[in-house]
């Protein structure tokens, strides 16, 4: 079974730091872009980060350059998104995800999601 499972959330302090997990099990990600989104109650889900495979690019979204790092490693199969200098308006479910995989068994592309991880930032 395909699995996205992501980790490294929690309560934190406007100010603080913290780093999500993305582990990947079932197949390997290592050829494929992963990305990071986040939804806060209310709200729609939204773009956060990406590293395409290798790590050759990385982009992020405006409301996290300069306090965001993405990184890969491919041995683990995890992607790591480490989050600096958090503010409140970053408190959401932060989500992994893997799109456009290709699934020999399905001749087609699948985009995967993991469960979820929540980050809650105090005033």
């Known amino acids: 079974q395909v699995q996205l499972v992501e980790s490294g959330g929690g309560l934190v302090q406007a100010g603080g730091s913290l780093r999500l997990s993305c582990a990947a099990s079932?197949?390997?990600?290592?050829?494929?872009?992963m990305g990071w989104y986040r939804q806060a109650p209310g709200k729609e889900r939204e773009f956060v980060a990406s590293?395409?495979?290798?790590?050759?690019?990385?982009d992020y979204a405006d409301s996290g350059k300069g306090r965001l790092t993405n990184s890969r490693d491919d041995a683990k199969d995890t992607v790591y998104l480490q989050m600096n200098s958090k503010k409140h308006e970053d408190s959401a479910d932060y989500y992994c995800?893997?799109?456009?995989?290709?699934?020999?068994?399905?001749?087609?592309?699948?985009?995967?999601w993991g469960k979820g991880t929540r980050v809650t930032v105090s005033a």
């Open positions: 995800n893997a799109p456009d995989v290709f699934v020999t068994e399905l001749a087609s592309a699948v985009n995967y």
């Open positions: 079932g197949r390997t990600f290592s050829h494929y872009t």
């Open positions: 590293i395409t495979w290798s790590g050759g690019m990385i």
